[in-house]
């Protein structure tokens, strides 16, 4: 069965470190791969998306991840942490296609980011 | 316009009462979906409408009824229920249900709580 594994449910950093939040996962296609920022009371707001193409992927507020097929892997990353990233984080992968799983988003547990002064 | 919007943003209901919840989009998107979130927890999937015909239904218990009227609307009318369903409800939409790779659009979601 599909599943995502999110390691550490609680990362701190310092305000201009690097932030480096895992996310493993398991599907047995090559998957399309998703992070979700959520802020304090709000949904959820897509950063980024792998589907295919160029492993190296960029989306908004500086966030980046890396696909890495042989590790199953799609960690995301910032070179410098700002307050303003302080939020949960939901790295997701998309349920095969014909699979019982097909059309649901599969959540990994969260991340919390702290980002300290 | 690229947002899902819903509302009411806050609802406190009691356990006999009926109220509803209302998502919206205008982005054209033939897939809309309802979830329950918990406090430090994932979304749990409940409902999906698939070109407005519920296709999936996660076991959700029968004091949720969903509805979709058009292609825009998405309701969930709520009856009966217990404190422990209080918690966040997303709604959220994507472009087409059978290669849903673009991800999905989430709406900023309605606080319910039950007294």
């Known amino acids: 069965a599909q599943s995502v594994t999110q390691l550490g449910s609680h990362v701190s950093v310092s305000e201009g470190a690097l932030v480096l939040l895992r996310c493993n996962y398991s599907?047995?296609?090559?998957?399309?791969l998703f992070w979700y920022v959520q802020y304090p009371n709000q949904g959820l707001q897509l950063l980024l998306k792998?589907?295919?193409?160029?492993?190296l992927v960029k989306g908004i507020n500086g966030f980046e991840a890396e696909f890495k097929k042989s590790e199953t892997s799609f960690h995301l990353t910032k070179p410098s942490a700002h307050m303003s990233d302080a939020a949960e984080y939901f790295c997701?992968?998309?349920?095969?296609?014909?699979?019982?799983?097909?059309?649901?988003?599969?959540f990994g547990q969260g991340t919390t980011l702290q980002v300290k002064p | 316009d690229t947002e899902v919007t819903q509302t009411p943003k806050h609802l406190v209901m009691g356990m006999t009462n009926k109220k509803s919840l209302k998502c919206e989009q205008h982005?054209?998107?033939?897939?809309m979906y309802w979830y329950k979130q918990k406090a430090k927890k994932p979304p749990e999937l409940m409902f999906v409408?698939?070109?407005?015909?519920?296709?999936i239904n996660e076991s959700v218990p029968s004091r949720f009824s969903p509805e979709c009227p058009n292609s825009s609307l998405l309701n969930l009318h709520l009856h009966a229920l217990q404190p422990e369903d209080s918690a966040l409800y997303l709604c959220?939409?994507?472009?087409?249900?059978?290669?849903?790779?673009?991800?999905?659009?989430f709406g900023s979601g309605t606080r319910l709580t039950v007294v």
């Open positions: 599907s047995s296609v090559p998957p399309y």
């Open positions: 409408y698939s070109y407005e015909k519920l296709s």
């Open positions: 959220a939409s994507s472009q087409d249900p059978g290669t849903a790779n673009y991800g999905y659009t």
């Open positions: 997701a992968v998309m349920g095969d296609i014909g699979s019982s799983n097909t059309g649901k988003l599969i």
């Open positions: 982005m054209g998107h033939r897939a």
């Open positions: 792998y589907t295919t193409g160029a492993t």
